[in-house]
């Protein structure tokens, strides 16, 4: 059964940084492409970042691109969302997930994610 289970949200001001863990489980980590999602109160989850299951590549959306680093540990089959220059519109609960096919070549749709975990709350305030 596999598990993703994040960490590491808060409260923070504007301009200040946060790192979120997401530790997995129930799968051979290191086999399978990494992603970050967010999803603010009556909006719908959003794709954030994505990273390949080698960690040699990363994907950003545009509104953290700059701001946002995306790193794995597959030695200890954990995901990190660096978070830096926070602003009062990052505020969302933040969802890491795990593609759903091994080892894929191109980019995972949304959908193509199969596992979530349970979130983490982010506020920024201004």
């Known amino acids: 059964q596999v598990q993703l289970v994040e960490s590491g949200g808060g409260s923070v001001q504007a301009g200040g940084s946060l790192r979120l863990s997401c530790a997995a489980s129930?799968?051979?980590?290191?086999?399978?492409?990494m992603g970050w999602f967010r999803q603010a109160p009556g909006k719908e989850r959003d794709f954030v970042a994505a990273?390949?299951?080698?960690?040699?590549?990363?994907y950003y959306a545009d509104s953290v691109k700059g701001r946002f680093t995306i790193s794995r540990d597959n030695a200890n089959n954990t995901v990190y969302l660096q978070m830096n220059m926070l602003k009062p519109e990052d505020s969302a609960v933040y969802y890491c997930?795990?593609?759903?096919?091994?080892?894929?070549?191109?980019?995972?749709?949304?959908?193509?994610?199969?596992?979530w975990g349970q979130g983490t709350q982010v506020t920024v305030s201004s």
């Open positions: 990273i390949r299951w080698s960690g040699s590549t990363t």
């Open positions: 997930a795990a593609d759903g096919k091994r080892y894929r070549i191109y980019w995972p749709r949304n959908y193509e994610y199969a596992y």
């Open positions: 129930g799968l051979t980590f290191s086999e399978y492409g």
